[in-house]
């Protein structure tokens, strides 16, 4: 974990993927040290090609100190190596942060659990995130998000029209602007419009270990495949539900004493720390998308 | 877990299931009480209806300490009992170690983990289990095996007739005649006449987290769809492939630093420890089979 | 787990140890039977003397089902089995929620989960707990106490006379007459003879693994030590400073990159379970203390 | 984990310690490219000062590739680079195996498994380390360790002379040169010379959850506190008892119903594994000891 422990100058998160190949992280360093930053974390990895003759992947985040007056230096440097050694690379500097829409559904547990960690400051690390707006289709966690003065939306779904629905939950998200939008229990499934507007921009947390009970009802698959775990999984939303790169997961021990309302109880617990940790590995750019998984630099 | 401090006259463990009603542990302990049994260790587990009027079902386990000369009551009164109340009741008394038959593959993990808890009286308190015999399809496994005076067979499989071999495979077995039969990694599909004849008592060992990745090269299945644990799966066999019900389940963390031979290594820990786990709880008469869930009581 | 699904008549839980003995479930059990009452769950545990000659322990719980107007016999029946038998016993009557008043002190992540799960249902099954008063010595936690209908006592600390203030805190208590005190993170040590009114019914969550890190700062103690797990530890209070008998424990993974302010983050995760945990089990009379440990039913 | 896919050339681990500062990654990685090396794995974590005005430390691996020939050129260029930086730099080449010795006691479980584990290739990537003799009080571990090839002396306890034990210990370990000394449940205390003479090269597994249950009979230690998680730990061994850095632990959950064969059952378990992933991170060059605790790149 990066220490919150503050620093003088400014902070920049630098996340980098490209072919594998010598001397990247020399050159990601060195231009780092020649524009007067300084590296106060880098994680770095290399994933081998399978096939023979075809180049590895390389991932790299480094978080670096910048004196005052170099951010644009710096920029500019980024995007000639990137140029230069065909490299994606994202740069994030700690200025503001995130924007954070939350979509929310009858159940509260992680709405209230993100709210919590929000006042506690637990949304990231340096800047981190700011929860901008929630909208649900029940009004169960009205209160305890206009409590700390965040807007509530509520856009109810029986007997309406569903693409006006969902134009309506569109609309709300361009009014909302978020960088980033978690789907907090949100029972129903986007349109694929909505979800590719987001892309790499939406986790979701599913109450079952995926890729097993995907879908829906989870907890009463589990119940009756007679699992001995139950487990969380958050995960990036892609247009094939319950099928985008995983962020992060965990399991809970259960025996046949837990019924599907235990499992629920069990569950909960699992979903907020889950849906808690990728949001906030998230917001502290740990995460890159690699086709159907992530590398996270914890 | 019940001790393993050694009592004076006999010892006698009953499972029991029937349909919930009033009075059954009253009926049972007092069964036991009155034929001079004293109660070691009692677990019991009621599952209650899910459709309205119909009735719940009833597991139970003890461990009895039986004075000597009152085992033919005991059994007398035991099916009396279950005749009157509808009961399906086992006795089983500690008078030999179970028999217990390896099948192996190449893979010796396993193998090799359950020989060194028999060597170390691990396999189940209270007599348990002895290895009386393991048959491969490799050769990898028979030197760890026959230096601790066990039988090996091979039956090796290429080029040969597959219904010969299984018929060899199925003449071995009944040869040495196992109560319980382990699948240690043995990696072939056994035919569904061979399953049938140890329904109930063969227990497999999946490396993965069913239900999810099922069938062949689950750690391949794993690594590309990204997931953050992965697990194993100890379960009785039946006719359908890596069905049947879970005895014992657990997961490990994983990253993106850790490549389909690093899952390997850390799911053959997982692995010994979950098979074992399992063995040892049929061994115990913890187990009771419910479709396809299983009570363990621990 | 206990299941939640309604039942028909009365519930009674009762709590059982005595010297152990043969026919004491019979006892128990037929005692139940014969005074119309059915048996949903039982538990039982024999802890095996360690001294020979010396009788062992036996703890039982039981969960019966008394059809209307057993009761008064049914607690009739067990005063004089206790009597006969020389157990103690103690029997719960689903009548009422146990009223629990929590002390807090200025970090309120165990508080306000408390009350989230209250708010929840979650805090025991088969009529729980009701949160009746929180006392703290900080402001921190007044709005969510008060946002749920609940007394938020403030006592402030600063410069004042502790006697006063420890005598406060009992008046408090004395006027709110809880059957359970629970200690959120109250970071103050309590005077032994406000202690001893609560034997057996004041739980503490302390923020290491016990016995390692009593006392205080027990994440800067971890992290100078460099363990690589941290710990959290529900336990009974008693006069001596973290010593009691031990209901719940977890821990969760730390590396050399977790600082104190990360372990702090962390911790709190775990605090919040392991607390709710034992919470729960207590409310649900699945605990039993002998000497410094407990047999919890779970 | 560091993938076990073959490369081409010579592979180098560089460990490196100093004082925090700009530049020390561009200058490491800029000397590895300069020399023809190409970087395979990277990582690195600074520990901020905690007081104000003092430099941070900074801790750095890399596994790099280097083409045939530029070994020396590397060699030298690092030294001064430690000498200009003022840096504690180690190279590791994978020349050959580390020498390991292991000194077991009359329980076998933690040497079977490094047996065990070394036969299938796990002690180790890159190289790794070679099991090259085990000493013993005890002839329990005899069959096993000579089936595989390995001397195995016993020096028997029993009525001798401590100090002409110690020396007999010493003198072996002289004899068989290993770069690194495992006690795998040795039961016995080492005299401090001898601790002192392989500092930072012998690694102990400890069968309690360290600082708890340091000394002996942690188990019984552990139950009479009424524990509900065991552990086990790995640490380098130094002068004061069970007080080295620590490498690794583990926990597991225990209940009321775990008496302490049932706990040394269990906590063999931990045991092997704990020790196991320690040797092997030790070997892999992944550990930095810093005081007291260690960095451990995994």
């Not at 290399?46 to 180049?55: I, Q, R, V």
Request: net charge negative.
């Amino acid at each position: 974990m990066e220490s919150e422990i503050a620093h003088s100058g400014e902070n920049c998160r630098v996340l980098i993927s490209c072919a594998d190949g010598a001397g990247i992280i020399a050159a990601v360093s060195g231009l780092i040290a020649e524009r007067g930053g300084n590296i106060l974390d880098a994680d770095q990895h290399t994933e081998l090609a399978t096939e023979p003759g075809t180049p590895g992947l390389f991932f790299m985040r480094v978080v670096a100190e910048v004196g005052t007056g170099s951010r644009e230096s710096l920029q500019t440097g980024f995007d000639e190596l990137a140029a230069r050694l065909d490299m994606r690379i994202s740069l994030h500097w700690g200025d503001r942060p995130d924007r954070v829409a939350i979509l929310s559904g009858p159940e509260t547990h992680c709405l209230s659990d993100l709210l919590w960690r929000w006042g506690q400051g637990e949304l990231g690390g340096l800047v981190g995130g700011d929860i901008v707006g929630v909208l649900s289709n029940h009004d169960s966690g009205r209160a305890m998000t206009e409590s700390m003065g965040v807007e509530y939306a509520c856009v109810p779904e029986s007997g309406g029209d569903r693409a006006a629905q969902e134009r309506a939950v569109g609309d709300w998200l361009d009014r909302v602007r978020p960088d980033l939008v978690v789907l907090a229990r949100y029972m129903r499934v986007l349109p694929s419009w909505l979800v590719e507007r987001y892309d790499g921009r939406m986790i979701n947390i599913h109450h079952g270990f995926l890729p097993a009970f995907a879908g829906a009802r989870p907890y009463h698959q589990a119940h009756a495949r007679g699992v001995k775990l139950i487990g969380a999984t958050s995960h990036y939303v892609t247009a094939e539900l319950d099928d985008g790169p995983i962020i992060a997961q965990e399991t809970a021990h259960v025996s046949h004493r837990d019924d599907i309302v235990s499992m629920k109880r069990l569950g909960r617990d699992l979903e907020r720390v889950v849906l808690a940790r990728a949001v906030r590995q998230h917001l502290e750019r740990r995460v890159l998308v690699v086709g159907r998984r992530t590398v996270v630099f914890e």
